[in-house]
Each structure stands twice: as structure tokens, then as C-alpha cells.
């Protein structure tokens, strides 16, 4: 059974790109709030940005002004573009609902990794 699938990550050097795509169920995109977590090896997971089903958006402190969270209700898809990114952004990024519900099936993610 799969609800989330992440795509769009990459090697990027500091100051460069990327746009993360995650498709969720219908059923869940309808019902919960989105969001992108993000796993570096070691560390606890995180969660960067968070869309509510009425597109009200709000991030980490660290990724505000860089990392832009959107959705297109038509195609149940949920978008991270991620502007200057930096070292310390690599990591693996997962979208789910925000809270997490145990019954959602974590996705594989989508490894985002950024050169000096």
C-alpha cells in the first residue's frame, strides 16, 4: 500500500536548486495537512514546511525565505522548491501528514544533497 510517493532530489552545490514533488492519496490529501519532514544520518527527524488543506503554509525557522511548500488540489501533488540551499539542507526528505498518523505509510523519500 502506497500514500506517498517523493521524487526530485539531487546533488546540488551551496546556492543552487531544487523542486521536491511528493503524490499523496486522495484521501489523504484531502483530509490532512501536508507537510516535509527531512532525516540527516545521526540526527532526528525534522519537519521543514507544513501546507493545511486550505493552503495556509508555515516553515522551520532555518529554511524561511529559502524553501517555498505549495499544492495542487487537481493532481493531489504537494511541492518543496528549495532556493539557496546550503550544506546543512542535505538530508533525506519525506513528505507526510502533519501531525503524523501511524496508520500513513512512510514513503522511500527523496535524498537532497548540497556541495560546499
Known amino acids: 500500500q502506497v500514500q506517498f510517493v517523493e521524487s526530485g532530489g539531487g546533488l546540488v552545490q551551496s546556492g543552487g536548486s531544487l523542486r521536491l514533488s511528493c503524490a499523496a492519496s486522495?484521501?489523504?490529501?484531502?483530509?490532512?495537512?501536508l507537510g516535509w519532514y527531512r532525516q540527516a544520518p545521526g540526527k532526528q527527524r525534522e519537519l521543514v514546511a507544513v501546507?493545511?488543506?486550505?493552503?495556509?503554509?508555515n516553515y522551520l525557522d532555518s529554511v524561511k525565505g529559502r524553501f517555498t511548500i505549495s499544492r495542487d488540489n487537481a493532481e493531489n501533488m504537494v511541492y518543496l522548491q528549495m532556493n539557496s540551499l546550503k550544506p546543512e539542507d542535505t538530508a533525506v526528505y519525506y513528505c507526510n501528514a502533519v501531525p503524523i498518523v501511524h496508520v500513513h505509510i512512510w514513503g522511500q523519500g527523496t535524498q537532497v544533497t548540497v556541495s560546499p
Open positions: 486522495g484521501s489523504i490529501f484531502s483530509i490532512y495537512a
Open positions: 501546507i493545511t488543506t486550505g493552503g495556509i503554509t
